[in-house]
């Protein structure tokens, strides 16, 4: 185990987080009772779409957003960077096929496009950039699992894909022109901006001590709306009575430091491509806007006691399996120093499906669940909860995922136990893969605890 992160230091959470120009001080806290219009928890990408578009819609509706730390500390601030469209769940799970499969996919892309055209318009430096995004795989198993994975976007020979990146040893790779590269921290920190430009109202430092129907409980004061938007992602999970409401998993990553031109000409690396892997512990990366490789991968152990704290956020066996996976990926960069590592947890519903959920009786709005595919699914959701919440008549409305309900997790140990052996199998199911070429039948056992992608 590596130090953890320092908790009175919001900079050392993540590379983005640390890179951020100006101050990192914090907005006003609440001081006393407070009414508005809808009042949200959580200042993450979910609740301040919702804002930003509850407000671009309804200029003079009163809008607050109540955060226990400041806008973007949780994962928003410290994700993989990547923007990219796809259902977060199985199909099966919001009973779609055929036409209905392709049309809520779609909609989900555009979340791609709008991301850009708000940054855009907003002036959000966030290096937004569009290049799409290639999944490579490096053994034979990986190439069968890709060729009949979900998901849009075209498949390519060996020689299609090392055309593309020169990682070593693929046997085929599919690439999305529908995915773009961001940095998380300033996107969110910018669309906090935006949203206070707009009229948002933003307290910092207000952890809510509870939700309820029309107030949010707060111990310097309440927030009263006639609508509560619950957007605390992963910490759902500390409010009370939401403790099984998802898994919280961490996922970690390092950064290089900034690489020459000449590396990343020898890396065949193009500005913005975000690269992933077929690998049952994934990784993910992306080629930063000052020129760093930034990896990240699952796997980081789940504690029974603290689930969500400080010292998850670091782990010495996750950073080592993170540096061979960079050194296998991209050899040109086997000798840059990694300067960086940090992590955020995720919210894994039980059914690794996002759902979007109004109760227009109790005024209730609950957003979230995205098992670590966020930043497009937020704002999709945003997007959403704006709609729902005004009511208008829209396509995003009528989404399976509005209304959907994943049932909890088991009771500890249950879920302490499944999540160590999902682990535990996946790490041995790469290193059995890797050995031998031969896929490994192990992880047949464990296949209804895992996502999709698996």
Request: net charge positive; aromatic share 8%; hydrophobic share 40%.
């Amino acid at each position: 185990m590596v130090a953890p992160a320092d908790p009175d230091d919001y900079r050392t959470r993540s590379l983005w987080l640390e890179g951020l120009p100006g101050e990192l001080e914090p907005r006003p806290g609440l001081k006393g009772d407070r009414d508005c219009d809808v009042a949200i928890v959580g200042a993450g990408f979910t609740g301040l779409w919702s804002a930003y578009y509850l407000k671009r819609l309804q200029p003079d509706l009163r809008v607050s957003v109540i955060e226990r730390e400041i806008a973007g500390y949780g994962p928003s601030g410290r994700n993989g960077g990547f923007v990219l469209g796809g259902l977060v769940g199985p199909a099966a799970a919001f009973g779609l096929r055929g036409a209905a499969l392709a049309h809520a996919v779609a909609v989900t892309n555009v979340a791609v496009d709008e991301i850009g055209e708000v940054a855009r318009r907003e002036a959000i430096d966030c290096g937004y950039l569009k290049a799409g995004a290639l999944t490579v795989a490096t053994s034979q198993p990986q190439w069968q699992r890709l060729q009949s994975a979900p998901g849009d976007g075209q498949l390519l020979s060996a020689a299609e894909t090392e055309a593309r990146v020169a990682v070593p040893g693929v046997y085929g790779g599919r690439f999305t022109p529908l995915a773009a590269r961001i940095d998380p921290a300033r996107l969110v920190r910018g669309l906090a901006d935006a949203c206070e430009r707009l009229g948002v109202t933003i307290y910092e430092q207000t952890a809510a001590l509870s939700i309820e129907p029309g107030s949010v409980r707060c111990a310097t004061g309440s927030v009263r709306a006639e609508t509560v938007v619950r957007a605390t992602e992963s910490y759902t999970t500390e409010l009370p009575g939401q403790r099984l409401r998802y898994l919280p998993l961490y996922s970690l990553m390092i950064a290089t430091e900034p690489l020459g031109e000449s590396m990343w000409q020898e890396l065949r690396w193009p500005d913005g491509l975000l690269i992933d892997d077929v690998h049952y512990l994934f990784f993910y990366a992306q080629r930063t806007t000052d020129g760093r490789i930034a990896i990240g991968g699952r796997g980081a152990p789940y504690r029974l006691r603290s689930p969500i704290d400080p010292s998850n956020e670091r782990n010495e066996r996750v950073r080592e399996r993170l540096i061979r996976s960079l050194k296998r990926a991209f050899p040109a960069a086997a000798q840059a120093r990694v300067t960086h590592h940090w992590g955020g947890p995720l919210a894994a519903p039980r059914d690794w499906s996002m759902s979007v959920n109004y109760d227009r009786g109790q005024g209730l709005v609950t957003a979230g669940g995205y098992t670590g595919h966020g930043v497009a699914a937020a704002n999709l959701s945003g997007r959403t909860v704006a709609d729902l919440i005004l009511g208008r008549d829209s396509d995003l409305v009528t989404m399976p995922w509005v209304g959907h309900k994943s049932r909890r997790w088991e009771p500890e140990p249950l879920r302490y136990l499944a999540s160590q052996a999902i682990i535990t199998t996946l790490g041995s199911a790469d290193r059995r893969e890797d050995a031998t070429g031969r896929r490994a039948r192990r992880v047949i056992a464990i296949r209804p605890f895992l996502p999709p992608r698996h």
